[in-house]
């Protein structure tokens, strides 16, 4: 039982990690077209898209519980 639990708990963390660094591209290239020719804003690297990712995952993504 224990260890099914930790196999579930890693394999959600490598999900996780695989998705912030697939969408950490496309994010990266979104807003080195369009973020410093509006607002004059930095370019970003990945690692910083990815670490954006994350972030907003983790600010709005919806919780909820269906019983």
């Known amino acids: 039982m224990m260890k ?3 196999h579930d ?6 999900i996780l990690i ?3 660094m697939l969408f950490g591209g496309p994010l990266m290239l979104l ?3 369009l973020m410093p020719i509006i607002f ?7 690692w ?7 972030l907003s995952t983790i600010l709005f ?5 269906k019983k």
Not at 9 to 14: C, M, S, T
Request: charge should be neutral.
């Open 4 to 6: 099914q639990t930790i």
């Open 9 to 14: 708990f890693l394999l959600v963390i490598g």
């Open 18 to 20: 695989l998705a912030v």
């Open 31 to 33: 807003w080195n077209w």
């Open 40 to 46: 004059n804003l930095p370019e970003i690297t990945f």
């Open 48 to 54: 910083q898209a990815c670490g954006l990712q994350l």
């Open 61 to 65: 993504k919806s919780v909820s519980s």
